[in-house]
């Protein structure tokens, strides 16, 4: 019998990053999770969407433990978020050897706030053909790229999401300038600003992280509320900066999509997203 | 006060059209529905996809009659659908004054085939800024495009949905000759056999009724099932001809993504869609 002592247990040297500590979830009961939105990632006076999405799908994935990555996710956004507890209800639909299906919904004080359905799987186990017609377009280094200020659209709202994460645009970016070059298309870099590396669960945040590529078509600026937004995670990305390309074609009658493409530092896509948007006017 | 008479009352001259006919539904119970799918719309043996969701959809329109149109519609594929009766359960999880969010499963024989979210609204109410940015690729007119022959990718089996429909392709499309061009795009007209014109709903069918734009850069053929589908209708479609691209861009380890732009017989682009796919190997 070996003897009782303390033992000075020496805490492994991890900080929380921010995005993991933002994102947590509590498991509270069958099918049932509860994070604390804060507003570090604010667009304005609300979390940014996409990080929304990145805290249910921490939720989701806990119950599909074998299916651990975000194959294709769809979010209706119903209402504006805030910071404050959001109770994440998750359902599986279906169980499947490679994918699994599940639905949930975000709420915030008895009202839904994100309905969401989702495919997960296992990245590391697709096998099968590629062809890739694609090449990521080519823009100047990080370095050689302008930052994106801390301001919302309006030119006076502080948007915190901007100290998360280091974004650097296109000097081409004609928005940034107040000189929107008419082609609704925004490419730059973007990363977490604390070091922390980008994983399959992050690219539903980095998806929806930069400024609407409708602004580069538009006047003024504005609220573009996103009403649908669909990602589709296509490869764990490699440690380092994404680039992102956000594209928007078709802007009718108030409404738009806006695809995105985003790739490691490989240089290999990992990510593609697209969402119907509309223009707000009060 | 009036005799009472016998009247014979003649019967409207209006035939039901294939498509309005098979995606019937009929109110069951409160949020539910049953619609007979029948074997005329299969790929080989199993229903195409986009006739399930359209089918779906009418019963979502049904629970929302303020916001008739299908903004932007999700379904995940759980299994493959099949000839027979269809209970449909549709949830109303919020309705705006714009827009209406609602969740949908399809189910056969008490399994999910279909998970459905979708927003409905008025496209007619649609107001603002409008810029596109593409113009619709110039392709030979429908008299001087290939008829897509009758039959599954096996050369064998019989697709019923090829009489549904009268679809064009162009004849750049190497997939119709044996002889891949190696670039996923395939471009081509198409339109109902029996003369029902195109409406918003029946998008959602077009939206997944073309060949798999995936065939023309793999060797053979084969089952390529959707994994999700996201279909955003963008206009109600003007009378006649509709025109179609399908292009897939990432394949990537067997999975890939399909976008698909229709565009009416004005040029107009009425509707986009992506799908999330997988080349199937038993």
Redesign the interface.
Known sequence: VRPASIVAVRMPDTPTHEFDADTAVTHTAAGHYQAEITDRWNIGANPNGGYLLAAAARAIAQEVPNHPDP??V?A?Y??PGEAGTADISVEV??TGRK?A?L?S?VSQGGK?KL???A?FGDLAD?????????VRPTIPPPADCLPRAPFNSDGFTISNMAYRTETRLDPATGWLTGKPSG??TINGWTRFADGREPDALSLLFFADSLPPAVFE??DGTGWVPT??L?V?V??RPAPGWLQARMT????????F?EDGEIWDSTGT?VC?S?Q?G??F?P
């Open positions: 194959f294709t769809t209706h119903l209402r639909v279906r994918l299906t639905r919904t839904g309905e969401i359905l495919t697709a096998t099968g053909p590629t062809a890739v017609a694609v082609v609704a078509v538009l009403i649908e669909t589709h296509r490869k928007t074609r078709y802007l009718m009658d108030g409404y999509e896509l593609q697209r119907l509309m223009i006017r």
